[in-house]
Structures are given as C-alpha cells and as structure tokens.
C-alpha cells in the first residue's frame, strides 16, 4: 500500500497553500533542484561536451520513457521524449495517416484546441481530400466507421474531466481497421492506462502536468510495436536517424520509438523530470487512482451540500472520471479568483469552469476539506463579487 504521507513529503509545496492546480502544471519535487543543479554544474560545467557520453544525455529520452512506460501500460522501448506535446500530436496523427488511405480524422468537441489545430493543419497541408470530422464525446463511438482513418482522441476532458472509455473505443476502432491516437496529458500519472491492452497504436502526453517534471518540461510519445517499423516519420530529424553521427544527407530512420525523436533533447528539464519520477519508486498508480477516487467524492459531495450554486460539471460516475472535479458557475471566474486569494489553488477555463486537479501524491484530506471549506464562505457572503476578482488576467 502506497505511504501516502512519505509521497508528500518528497513535494515541496508552499506552506499555506492548498495546490488543487496540479493537473495543469505540478509542484516541485524536493530532488528537482539539485538533480538540476548537478546535470548544470557536474556535468556541464565539468565534462562541457563530453557529458553527452558521460552522463548519458543522449540517451535520456528512451531510458526516461521507460520510466513512464509503466505508468501507461506500455512495453520497454515503446516510448520517448522530447518537444512539447502539440508537437507530438502533429507526429503521431501524421505517422498514423500515413498508414491508411482513409482520409477521415474522427475527433471529438471536449479534445482540446492545440490537438484540434493540429489536425486542422494537417488537413491543409496534406491537401489530398483529407477531412476532420469532430463530434459530441457521447458520439465518438456511433461514428466509427469504416471511412474512418484515425481516431484522435484525449482520454480524459480537460474542462470536465470526463474519461472516454479507451479500451472499448480501441476495440471498436480496431475491428473498424481505425487507427488510434490517444492523448493522455491527463491520464499518464493520474490513472492507470493500459496502452498494450487496449491495443493503442499511438499514446502521447505531457510530463508537466500529473508527472511533475516542471513548466516546459518535454512530451512523450508511445508507438505500437506492431506498427513503429512502417512509420516514415513527417518531422524526420537528424537525432530520429538510424545512425545521427554518419551526417548522411539522406534520411533513414531509427529503430521504432526513436525515429520519433527530432533535434536535441531538453536535457536540463529532463534532469528534473527524471527526479520527479522517483515518487513513482515507492508510489503505485492503483493506489493513487483509489485515493484520487475517495478525495473527488468527498469534494463533490462536500460541494454539492455546502454550494447549491456549483453545478458539477463532471461526470457523478467515479468510473467515468479523470481525476479532476469541476463546476460551473457564471461567476466561475470571480470566484476562483477570491478562491486563490484564499490560499485555495485551482483554475477557471472559459466560458464557466472551475476547475480542481486530484493529486493525491501530494494534497489529502486537509486540502479538499479547505477547499469546500473556503468555497463555502465566498459563496454564502458573496466574496468573489469584487472588482480585483472579476478582471481577467492573460494566465490564470
Ligand atoms: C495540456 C495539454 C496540451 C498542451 O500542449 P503543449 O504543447 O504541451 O503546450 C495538449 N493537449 C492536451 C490534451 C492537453 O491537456
């Protein structure tokens, strides 16, 4: 069982705060900097070049990949890193529409705008009769047909949090000859995923959300097996090569994941994410899913019997949920605001969401009852009615 108060002490939050904000950018993990530190001055500034061989840089993308690849049920090597993750979108779905001469992307209106872009502008570029097709979440399963070339889903909503079901949209979209593109930027360390089990042919996500690796920090991408040696990636770069140090000007590809990396690796951010990733030596994801589980539905009930204005927004089914919780409120805005003013960290998302990130790695019992706690109070006096809470700022 997985010593939940050990995992939180490996965080180092501010004291006061109670960081519900997670899924959208997590906190630092105490080994950060100095790990950090040592990646700067040891090997930098030691071995300058040199580090590149000596401490291994080159090979962090695929040995931090398989560090998450169980975190998503995927098999060694099946996984790297690098970018940012709308650019791993743009790979994979490329990578996927090459593999078919259907022309049909299926997406649906809770994905989120950059995977939808990206979508867009392959569709342009490509300009061979290719078409996006994006409907309601609750549709996605009735459109699986056999004009259908790749599935670009997120699995879980980043406004509502609701969860597609992946191992039964896999099923269908494989016996339909579809190829699928999961999103998991809030799914990897959140929930356990099997990628192998629901057949997924391409899983992409972030690091700086549920895996804490910091702002910026690099995108991961998992290719199927059965499918990465077909792949002739779109964006070939000098680092996906066969062999990058030949400098042959003609392109050949890496072995499987590794023709999906492009240039150089972040190297000081994968410093960080590979010490935000020691949570994961003494922390399972089961356990995590359960304890995000019991902390939603304390907030969703504490909520919904202490704010009758807040509207759930998310599913009510425990199974049918990410692990974040989110309401709606007209004044969603002003009232997240007053919340954070309170030392209460969540999010607004347009047009009225409130928004709460479930990270029990580092937030318990103590935060959600503050959360509802202090909800209650802005609510009950009208706090949030304040004109400093009511002006939009460009991040919030
Ligand atoms: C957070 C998020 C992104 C962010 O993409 P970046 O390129 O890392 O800025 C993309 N897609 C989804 C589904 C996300 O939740």
């Not at 899983?203 to 690796?213: D, E, I, P, R, W």
């Not at 089914?317 to 919780?325: E, I, L, N, Y």
């Amino acid at each position: 069982m997985t010593d939940f108060a050990a995992t939180r002490a490996l965080f180092d939050l501010p004291d006061g705060i109670a960081y519900l904000d997670g899924n959208s950018l997590g906190p630092l993990a105490r080994a950060v900097p100095d790990r950090v530190a040592r990646t700067m001055t040891r090997e930098w500034g030691g071995d300058l070049i040199g580090a590149w061989n000596s401490a291994g840089w080159m090979d962090w993308p695929e040995r931090l990949g398989d560090r998450i690849a169980p975190l998503i049920g995927a098999a060694p090597g099946t996984v790297t890193l690098g970018d940012t993750l709308s650019i791993k979108v743009h790979q994979a779905l490329a990578a996927a529409l090459s593999l078919t001469d259907r022309r049909v992307i299926l997406s649906d209106t809770g994905n989120f705008p950059t995977d939808l872009y990206m979508a867009q502008g392959l569709v342009r570029t490509l300009d061979a009769g290719h078409a996006l097709r994006v409907v309601a979440p609750e549709e996605v399963e009735s459109h699986l047909s056999d004009d259908i070339a790749v599935l670009l889903l997120t699995e879980v909503d980043y406004r509502t949090g609701r969860r597609h079901d992946m191992a039964r949209l896999g099923d269908r979209a494989r016996r339909n000859g579809i190829i699928t593109v999961w999103d998991l930027a809030h799914s990897a360390g959140a929930l356990p995923v099997d990628v192998t089990a629901c057949g997924a042919d391409f899983a992409v996500g972030c690091t700086y959300k549920y895996l804490n690796s910091g702002p910026g920090g690099p995108a991961f991408l998992h290719v199927g097996p059965q499918i990465a040696h077909r792949i002739d990636p779109a964006l070939p770069g000098w680092l996906g090569h066969a062999a990058p140090f030949d400098f042959d000007p003609q392109y050949r590809p890496a072995a499987a994941a590794k023709r999906f990396r492009i240039g150089t690796p972040p190297v000081l951010q994968m410093a960080a994410l590979d010490a935000a990733l020691d949570v994961w030596d003494i922390a399972s994801i089961h356990d995590v899913r359960a304890r995000s589980v019991d902390l939603s539905r304390r907030l969703i009930d504490g909520v919904g019997a202490a704010c009758p204005a807040l509207v759930l927004a998310s599913p009510g089914d425990d199974a049918a949920r990410g692990s974040q919780v989110s309401f709606r409120h007209p004044q969603g805005y002003a009232i997240m605001q007053a919340l954070i003013a309170d030392g209460v960290i969540g999010d607004f998302r347009a047009p009225d969401i409130l928004r709460f990130g479930i990270t029990p790695l580092y937030i318990g019992l103590a935060e959600i009852d503050r959360c509802v706690e202090t909800l209650a109070r802005i609510m009950d006096r009208g706090l949030w009615d304040d004109p400093a809470f009511r002006r939009r700022q460009a991040v919030t």
